[in-house]
């Protein structure tokens, strides 16, 4: 158990939809990442946040957005779903803005119908 | 494009074989090289290096970075079935952003 929480653990939705995704980051850590993990596209960046202010940006959709409040959970906002939207979405979180070691999340898988 | 290949993307090997995970990356502002390992679920961070030519090791794993041929090899000697697993490389830059590669699939059979 790395102590990064995720919620839902599943979610089943229609395409056209949108859903929240919630992070809590391990007690003590500022920066949460955000990842795609898809079966054709492995592992993908999303984005970034340090202690509530964004820090750095991957491959994340327009259609896509996430925020990191001052308890410092962070929640990933997907809207208008498409099919290829279907992956599991991990949170990690690390103590420091520079550090490298992170602690991933159990994930929450993502299917949409 | 920053890139990162993992090779090979496969591996079936016995128990107490000795197997080498390749990871090569094309990256502007390089910072630090990170090996994961991938079981069922969330991937846990096994190695970061940021120096070339200083080993990591832990158990009967160790990690090697070249900076100047701009790769990285993730060692497993005697492995064990517990060693199967997705090997994930990944590759931080200095403005934060993280790239993965596609992982290496090992599977370690009796």
């Known amino acids: 158990d790395s102590g990064v929480t995720q919620t839902p653990k599943h979610l089943i939705t229609a395409t056209g939809q949108r859903v929240t995704l919630r992070c809590s980051p391990r007690s003590g850590d500022l920066s949460v990442y955000w990842y795609q993990q898809s079966l054709d596209q492995g592992l993908q960046f999303l984005i970034q946040?340090?202690?509530?202010?964004?820090?750095a940006k991957g491959n994340i959709l327009e259609r896509f957005s996430a925020q990191q409040f001052p308890d410092l959970h962070s929640e990933l906002n997907l809207s208008s779903l498409e099919l290829g939207d279907s992956a599991l979405y991990f949170c990690a979180s690390s103590v420091a803005l520079a550090s490298n070691e992170q602690f991933f999340g159990p994930g929450t898988r993502l299917t949409v119908l | 494009e920053d890139k990162v290949v993992q090779s090979p993307l496969s591996l079936v090997v016995h128990e107490g074989d000795t197997v080498t995970l390749n990871c090569s990356y094309e990256?502007?502002?390089?910072?630090?090289l990170l090996w994961y390992k991938q079981e069922k679920k969330a991937p846990t961070f096994l190695f970061m290096l940021t120096s070339s030519g200083i080993e990591k090791k832990s158990g009967r794993l160790s990690s090697i970075l070249d900076k100047k041929e701009l790769f990285s090899i993730l060692n497993i000697t005697a492995t064990q079935t517990g060693d199967s697993a997705i090997y994930l490389c990944?590759?931080?830059?200095?403005?934060?952003?993280?790239?993965f590669g596609p992982g290496t699939s090992l599977s370690v059979i009796p």
């Open positions: 946040y340090y202690n509530g202010e964004e820090r």
């Open positions: 990944a590759v931080k830059t200095s403005y934060d952003k993280v790239i």
């Open positions: 990256v502007t502002n390089f910072r630090s």
